[in-house]
């Protein structure tokens, strides 16, 4: 959501449910972060006005083998709705589906033999490829057929990194973008743990030129 936006969050209140199924997954006892929360709900504002909400659904009846995490982004000129099966780009004018575009190409078959330690409802998310929305163009050809996950990001966060490092420049997620990116969540963890309590959510600036 940041990423697209382009902005950073400065305060969130965050609701949680606690876990009552007794299976241990979400046990505070033996959380790293005292977590018995399996559902929560952060809603955060952002630099220079507006919103967003995220919705961290670890126990919710939907087929998160069919997308781990979907958006819906709403403008004052259009909207874009993704979910499990189909996307839609909507304006005041009408409605596109757009699921095509969106929709990662499987880079091999799900019974493939490298991926038999891989528990057969999540090899979706190993298998996931590149959808035709990506710009595969700069990426190296010798990445076309291997794994890749997340709806797509792994092959570009790959590029990225050996990028930095070869050209000894920053990527364009750095240390000071990957802290805005995920100091919002643990700040809504916390907000979460009391109550709901609106807090502020430190920023460390951008990177240095």
């Given at each position: 959501?940041?990423?697209?936006?382009?902005t950073h969050?400065?305060?969130?209140s965050?609701i949680?449910?606690?876990?009552?199924?007794?299976?241990g997954?979400?046990?505070?006892?033996?959380?790293?972060?005292?977590?018995?929360f399996?559902?929560?709900?952060?809603?955060?504002?952002?630099?220079?006005?507006?919103?967003f909400r995220?919705?961290?659904f670890?126990?919710?009846?939907?087929?998160?083998h069919?997308?781990e995490?979907?958006?819906?982004?709403?403008?004052?000129?259009?909207?874009?709705?993704?979910?499990?099966?189909?996307?839609?780009?909507?304006?005041?004018?009408?409605?596109?589906d757009?699921s095509?575009?969106?929709e990662?190409?499987?880079?091999?078959?799900?019974?493939?033999?490298s991926?038999q330690?891989?528990?057969?409802?999540?090899?979706?998310?190993?298998?996931?490829?590149?959808?035709?929305?990506?710009?595969?163009?700069?990426?190296?050809?010798e990445?076309?057929?291997?794994?890749n996950?997340?709806?797509?990001?792994?092959?570009?966060?790959?590029?990225?990194?050996?990028?930095?490092?070869?050209?000894r420049t920053?990527?364009s997620?750095?240390?000071?973008?990957?802290?805005?990116?995920?100091?919002?969540?643990?700040?809504?963890?916390?907000?979460?743990?009391?109550?709901?309590v609106r807090?502020?959510?430190?920023?460390?600036?951008d990177?240095?030129?």
């Open positions: 959501m940041l990423g697209a936006w382009r969050a400065v305060s969130v965050a949680g449910v606690v876990d009552d199924r007794g299976d997954v979400f046990d505070q006892d033996i959380s790293q972060f005292g977590n018995d399996s559902n929560a709900t952060a809603l955060f504002e952002v630099a220079g006005g507006g919103s995220t919705n961290e670890r126990r919710v009846g939907y087929p998160s069919i997308r995490s979907r958006f819906r982004f709403f403008g004052t000129e259009a909207s874009m709705e993704q979910l499990a099966t189909f996307a839609l780009w909507q304006d005041k004018q009408g409605v596109k757009i095509e575009l969106l990662p190409k499987p880079t091999m078959a799900p019974d493939d033999p991926l330690h891989i528990a057969p409802e999540l090899r979706a998310a190993f298998t996931s490829g590149s959808a035709p929305v990506h710009d595969r163009e700069r990426l190296p050809r990445f076309d057929n291997l794994h996950g997340h709806e797509g990001s792994h092959h570009f966060l790959v590029d990225d990194f050996v990028t930095a490092v070869n050209s920053l990527p997620v750095n240390a000071w973008v990957a802290a805005r990116y995920t100091l919002p969540g643990i700040i809504a963890h916390e907000s979460a743990r009391q109550g709901g807090l502020e959510i430190p920023d460390f600036g990177a240095p030129q």
